[in-house]
């Protein structure tokens, strides 16, 4: 399956917009992550600060994301 990942602060400024990764279908949002820090090595030590959002709302490691569904990776945010 082909999850088109929108991508905010430094991951939208080293890859863009958004990426697409083939994941096996179904996939965790843990997984998810771990196949994003595969797919892109420099990011890989934020793997545990990254959130992710299905559908406009936070979501867990476990949680199953289904095709179709709206995939944002959000970094750690500082600033004041």
């Known amino acids: 399956m082909n999850v088109t990942i929108k991508l905010f602060a430094m991951l939208k400024e080293g890859l863009g917009e958004s990426v697409v990764l083939d994941v096996p279908e179904p996939v965790t949002v843990r997984a998810l992550l771990h196949r994003f820090s595969q797919a892109h090595p420099r990011f890989a030590p ?11 709302a936070y979501a867990h490691g476990d ?3 289904r095709p179709g569904q709206e995939v944002a990776i959000i970094p750690p945010v500082s600033g004041g």
């Open 46 to 56: 934020a793997e545990s600060s990254l959130r992710v959002a299905v559908d406009h």
């Open 63 to 65: 949680e199953v994301i």
